[in-house]
T-cell receptor, first 110, second 114 residues
């Protein structure tokens, strides 16, 4: 089983739709979690950290479920500019090395 | 505040040639990483450093060497380039691992080996 797994997609949604991605992780001792956004041929950029109590930033909501070992990202009112690949990142406790998922591709169409 | 700067942005090498990719960060970060990204493969860790003067191997270290003589710089070397090393290379840095600071990436180096 891969340490961090994501559905590669693509998720193809119309503007204004709500879309959600999940990311599962295998290391129960994982300590911190992030969602990154990567545009085509660009570097990954931090979208948001994921806190245990869940957190929201505008149209984006991140959740952590430690019992089932997954994190989620919900995007409301999708915009064309949200089209990108979304990477989840997990930091195992005591490790210097973050684990990146392979990403979920989102395409928002008019 | 430039963040993480990678040079060069593009390079074409002939098989067997050598080159050095430079990563510089101005955020006083302790941890630095070199990744390669290939289509369908995600980010794969080549080498990393937890502080000045220290380096360690990642998932795919063969064919690469690194050095971190100064805290702000992390160099990735290819001694004898091979076509299999054609990829996009990203450098990243982090203040602390296991916190909510996250990782800052450079804009990447697109390397083609012919």
């Amino acid at each position: 089983r891969k340490e961090v797994e994501q559905d590669p997609g693509p998720f193809n949604v119309p503007e204004g739709a709500t879309v959600a991605f999940n990311c599962t992780y295998s290391n129960s001792a994982s300590q911190s979690f992030f969602w990154y956004r990567q545009d085509c041929r660009k570097e990954p950029k931090l979208l948001m950290s994921v806190y245990s109590s869940g957190n929201e930033d505008g149209r984006f909501t991140a959740q952590l479920n430690r019992a089932s070992q997954y994190i989620s990202l919900l995007i409301r009112d999708s915009k064309l500019s949200d089209s990108a690949t979304y990477l989840c990142v997990v930091n195992p406790l005591g490790s210097y090395i973050p684990t990146f998922g392979r990403g979920t591709s989102l395409i928002v169409h008019p | 505040n430039a963040g993480v700067t990678q040079t060069p942005k593009f390079r074409v090498l002939k098989t067997g040639q050598s080159m050095t990719l430079l990563c510089a960060q101005d955020m006083n970060h302790e941890y630095m990483y070199w990744y390669r990204q290939d289509p369908g493969m995600g980010l794969r860790l080549i080498h990393y450093s937890v502080g000045e003067g220290t380096t360690a191997k990642g998932e795919v270290p063969d064919g690469y060497n690194v050095s971190r003589l100064k805290k702000q710089n992390f160099l990735l070397g290819l001694e004898s380039a091979a076509p299999s090393q054609t990829s996009v290379y990203f450098c990243a840095s982090s203040y602390l691992v296991g916190t909510n600071y996250g990782y800052t990436f450079g804009s990447g180096t697109r390397l083609t080996v012919v």
